[in-house]
């Protein structure tokens, strides 16, 4: 399943935003709030199951590990994706 249920993003969950630089997590789903954005981040390979490497938060775009391929998004499209 690609998408959040209500429950999945019911309190405290982490998005790609929320990972600190050197931080590995698991795509646990992501959030049709951000409809928009679903279709780049599956292109991108970043579905659920998928390990992701946070290489640099720093306050702007966000660069990331994706299966050996570094990506750089805007945090909208962080914030589509529920990590564990």
Known sequence: MFFCKAKD?????????DL???????????SRSQGCHLSKLTAMGITPGTEIEMLSNSGGPLLVLVR???LCLCRSLGQAVVVE
Request: charged fraction near 30%; charge should be positive.
């Open 9 to 17: 993003t019911a309190g405290g969950v982490r998005t790609l935003n």
């Open 68 to 70: 050996s391929s570094r």
């Open 20 to 30: 600190k630089d050197g931080e590995k997590a698991v795509v646990r789903c992501l």
